[in-house]
């Protein structure tokens, strides 16, 4: 069993930051590679930043520059730094995580989502 629970989700203004946090628990032996998904209303699920196992991280173009993906491996939590906020980018953002679980498989789990508005 492996779960991730996010959080630092919330209000900002615009040009403002947040740094939303992921953590993965349950049966795991390490973390792999990460990615940061979001959802705005109406709108399809779009990858927004991703890190790879060797630490490579990629951005979508209307998020680069402003937002940074990194990894606790120690902490098994992946963390997205959103700064400059637009208004373009309420959502609600979900992880997604390869975890290897103690089991020795690799496995990729979804966090359950969380509400991030930009309002003046």
């Known amino acids: 069993q492996v779960q991730l629970v996010e959080s630092g989700g919330g209000v900002v203004q615009p040009g403002g930051s947040l740094r939303l946090s992921c953590a993965a628990s349950?049966?795991?032996?390490?973390?792999?590679?990460a990615s940061w998904y979001r959802q705005p209303p109406g709108r399809q699920r779009e990858l927004v930043a991703g890190?790879?196992?060797?630490?490579?991280?990629s951005y979508a173009d209307s998020v680069k520059g402003r937002f940074t993906i990194s990894r606790d491996t120690s902490k098994n939590t992946v963390y997205l730094q959103m700064n400059s906020l637009e208004p373009g980018d309420p959502a609600v953002y979900y992880c997604?995580?390869?975890?290897?679980?103690?089991?020795?498989?690799?496995?990729?789990?979804w966090g359950q989502g969380i509400q991030v508005t930009v309002s003046a």
């Open positions: 890190i790879t196992h060797e630490g490579t991280t």
């Open positions: 997604n995580v390869v975890v290897r679980l103690i089991a020795q498989r690799w496995h990729g789990s």
């Open positions: 349950g049966s795991i032996s390490s973390m792999s590679a």
